[in-house]
């Protein structure tokens, strides 16, 4: 089956892909878990090594320096997908009398998106300065047990707040740190986070809404067709009922790069519907990527060493305060700041 090899192939590269920038990005090997190992042994033994090298490089360069090459690329993704559903599929529904307020949907929710990811994207994280940094460390108070006192950044020769973290891209202490988030071009921290999920969570619902209305769109063409009615003649004149994957390969021939667009929004809703799912758990839970992450390293670590209290120590949340002041935490940030003056 010819379309069955190509789809299969087009899937491995993009899956390819993504597993190479997660591999590239300055992540060993042992923070990748037990998922990805297998996945990067196959990889070193299949790209030769001054591939991986030049990869590695490029993709390191390109996480760790501030560019707009994300951001552009997000844009230009955005503009292609939409270009795609505004020439072809909205004409097709409408023709197939879908009801106009499904299909003018997609241009609200997109419209909440890009406005979410420009307030992402310019909103100071909470950049913290000789100015603010009293405010910042009765806002996130130190404590021995959760962080070192009069602990100073390096680079900016600053104390330090708790959950603070220096960002090596943007050369700067950040308040709640979360993460650099390269497709915004900014950090995630305690001012701009309230603003970060919406996006992810706009984004998750406008490529599962978009995905269903395609699909709808494909499967209305299948049953008013009737080709799963039909069959096909081989090439001893032998009669079959049709199978699914013809369907799919007459769906494939006839509106290629509809079935593209459905391939590639499935795969935008799986990664950005379970990236949102585990920033809303960590939202509930009041903690951070950066928390997270550090959390697990410690925990493996006292694992490896068998200390027999080791889960309890490294996991316990030390930060959640209840379901509701969490996400007050992280939505009226200024609040809780004037709170603590
Ligand atoms: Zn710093
Ligand atoms: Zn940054």
């Known amino acids: 089956m010819d379309f069955l090899w190509l789809f299969t192939i087009y899937s491995l590269l993009v899956l390819l892909s993504v597993f190479l920038i997660c591999y590239c990005s300055g992540r060993n090997l042992k923070s990748q878990g037990r998922i990805l190992r297998p996945v990067s042994k196959i990889v070193h033994c299949i790209v030769p090594p001054w591939l991986q090298q030049t990869t590695q490089n490029t993709v390191h360069r390109l996480c760790h320096t501030r560019t ?34 499904y299909l003018v949907l997609p241009y609200g929710l997109l419209t909440l998106n890009i406005f979410f990811f420009f307030l992402s994207s310019v909103t100071d994280p909470g950049t913290i300065t000789k100015s603010n940094l009293k405010q910042c460390l009765q806002t996130h108070c130190n404590n021995e047990e959760t962080f070192l006192q009069h602990r100073l950044c390096p680079t900016c020769n600053l104390r330090k707040p708790a959950r603070s973290k220096h960002c090596r891209v943007c050369n700067r202490c950040v308040q709640r740190f979360d993460h650099h988030c390269v497709w915004v071009n900014n950090c995630i921290g305690a001012l701009n986070a309230r603003y970060f999920l919406p996006y992810l969570l706009t984004l998750t619902v406008l490529a599962a809404y978009l995905a269903a209305l395609t699909a709808a769109f494909l499967l209305q063409v299948v049953i008013l067709s009737g080709i799963t009615l039909g069959g096909y ?26 079935v593209f667009l459905l391939g590639f929004l499935l795969l ?54 209840g379901i509701l002041e969490n996400l007050r935490e992280v939505f009226q940030p200024n609040l809780q700041q004037k709170k603590r003056k």
């Not at 230009?76 to 009398?97: H, N, P």
């Open 268 to 321: 935008l809703w799986l990664l950005a519907g379970g990236y949102t799912c585990f920033m809303f758990y960590l939202l509930l839970t009041n903690q951070t990527s950066n928390e997270w992450f550090m959390r697990k390293r410690e925990g493996c670590a006292q694992c490896r060493l068998l200390l027999p209290h080791a889960e309890h120590s490294a996991y316990k949340n030390r930060y959640s305060k």
């Open 68 to 101: 707009l090459l994300f951001v552009l690329l997000h844009l230009v993704l955005d503009l292609a997908v939409f270009a795609e559903y505004s020439w072809e599929i909205f004409g097709y529904c409408l023709e197939l009398e879908f009801c106009w307020f």
């Open 233 to 258: 003649q081989d090439a001893e004149g032998q009669q079959w009922p049709m199978e699914t994957q013809l369907v799919i390969q007459h769906l494939f021939l006839t509106f290629p790069r509809i």
